[in-house]
């Protein structure tokens, strides 16, 4: 495209777009950057830059982009149903050959989803199906759900509620009633005088303290992102979710993971849980799904819970494109692909721990930089104000946003969530481009850093 183009696309984006998690009136004037075209773990604007996609998209391009069997599987299907729903007692081929192939990479006991569009709606699928689930075990007054600060868990009314960002409960009278929090295990800030061991036991504690605070004749089920995404990739402790999975029996309360940014391959298992070590009543899917190809979400039930849901009858919920056959058989395909081709293999044994050292190697010794860490493709740092005494910036976030900015300008795409910079490239990715992407991020954090000493 000639400058022009791009000129005319970014007018007619500002007059008539309003963008998500975006000041409209500062992008507007800015001019939003347009994306043209993707291949495998790069992008291409307008102006012909070459772009390397740290981010899969939002956490969610797992299979890479530009994937032309994923497109003749959404032409055929399209070809030969583009839609139906799956109301009035009807299915359709792609619906159930999706619903098969999940329950076998599934963790044992899941055998049934419930389809959604996005992890957002799957997160308010959730928490209605949880409610249900104790009307029909005759305990409707286990209601309230458990989240934690500064967990994401999507922006619906529900979704937003149970996430633990304030800035978005600023925003629409929110958290609804029925929701708490407890504080999130951050090691690096909240375990300073233990060890890691003994902060994750900590931490799930927090849990039991809140279920006894408000009840546990009262708490439906407790929520948790197996490693926090949005909230900067916060890993937890190895204790910590056997201990919350034995509070959670304890106390007879569902457990509950939000697997939308773990799943599918993302920390070198097929999902979060596996590799954490707990087992969930019931979790939540959708962006690796189908690698972003097209919209799609899932709620995995586990078997117990959906026999008690089945056996009180109707469950009065639903979307027009519950199971939509276009996106059932492209995310077929996907996780076929992840499956068969030996992705989510190669992350677990090969890119993963190569990324894991790399990322280590390059970020552990800048001055503001701290906390590195990841596992699989998932990893994050901290900038922060003084590593000796482990302290973070004041106005936690500001600094962030300042070195994303330089990752930009230099046609890398990372995250910063706060103060964490954050990183979650295609699962396709290879050593060499691992290596292109840290050293072209060690340029910019040194960038960062001459730029903080002005």
């Given amino acids: 495209m000639k400058q022009q183009d791009t000129a005319t696309l970014r007018q007619h984006d500002a007059d008539h777009h309003i963008h998500p998690f975006s000041d409209t009136l500062e992008l507007n004037e800015q001019g939003a950057r347009v994306i043209t075209k993707g291949e ?37 299907q399209m070809e030969d149903l583009a839609y139906y729903n799956t109301f ?32 957002s709606e799957s997160v308010d699928t959730m928490i209605r199906m949880v409610r249900r689930y104790w009307d029909v075990q005759g305990k409707p007054q286990k209601k309230t759900l458990i989240g934690r600060w500064n967990g994401y868990h999507g922006s619906t009314i529900g979704g937003a509620s149970l996430g633990g960002m304030a800035y978005m409960h600023e925003q629409g009278d929110l958290p609804i009633p029925g929701i708490a929090h407890v504080e999130q295990p951050w090691y690096y800030k909240f375990g300073k005088d233990m060890t890691p061991d003994e902060f994750g036991l900590l931490a799930a504690r927090w849990v039991e303290d809140k279920i006894l605070e408000l009840g546990a004749d009262k708490v439906a089920a407790f929520v948790g992102e197996p490693i926090q995404g ?28 939000d697997e939308v940014i773990c799943g599918f391959g993302r920390t070198g298992e097929w999902f979060g849980q596996q590799l954490l070590g707990f087992h969930p009543d019931i979790f939540t899917t959708a962006k690796g799904l189908s690698s972003g190809y097209l919209p799609i979400g899932a709620v995995f039930v586990g078997d117990r819970v959906a026999e008690g849901l089945m056996a009180g ?119 060499q481009e691992i290596d292109q992407m840290l050293d072209l991020a060690a340029r910019c954090v040194e960038t960062f850093e001459k730029e903080l000493s002005i």
């Fill in 40 to 76: 495998g773990i790069y992008l291409w604007d307008s102006e012909g830059n070459k772009i390397l996609d740290g981010m899969a998209g939002l956490w969610c391009v797992n299979i890479g982009y530009g994937r032309k069997d994923l497109a003749e599987v959404a032409k055929k």
């Fill in 88 to 119: 009035f007692k009807t299915t359709h081929p792609a619906v159930v050959d999706l619903s098969k192939l999940l329950s076998e990479v599934a963790p044992a006991g899941f055998s049934r989803v419930f389809y959604t569009n996005s992890g």
């Fill in 230 to 257: 949005a909230g900067g990739v916060i890993i937890p402790p190895a204790t910590y979710w056997p201990e919350v999975e034995r509070i959670c029996r304890k106390y007879d309360v569902l457990l509950v993971a």
């Fill in 313 to 431: 009858g109707d469950f009065n919920h639903g979307f027009t494109y519950s199971g939509h056959p276009v996106a059932a058989a492209v995310a077929a395909a996907n996780v076929r692909a992840l499956r068969d081709e030996g992705i989510i293999e190669r992350v677990k044994n090969d890119t993963g721990p190569y990324m894991q050292k790399r990322w280590r190697e390059t970020f552990g010794n800048f001055a503001h930089v701290d906390d590195v860490r990841g596992v699989g493709l998932i990893q994050a740092f901290t900038l922060v104000k003084d590593r000796s005494k482990r302290e973070l910036f004041p106005d936690f976030g500001a600094m962030g946003t300042r070195c994303r900015d330089i990752f930009f300008r230099n046609n890398l795409i990372m995250r910063a969530c706060g103060d964490h910079i954050v990183s979650a490239p295609p699962l396709v990715i290879t050593r």
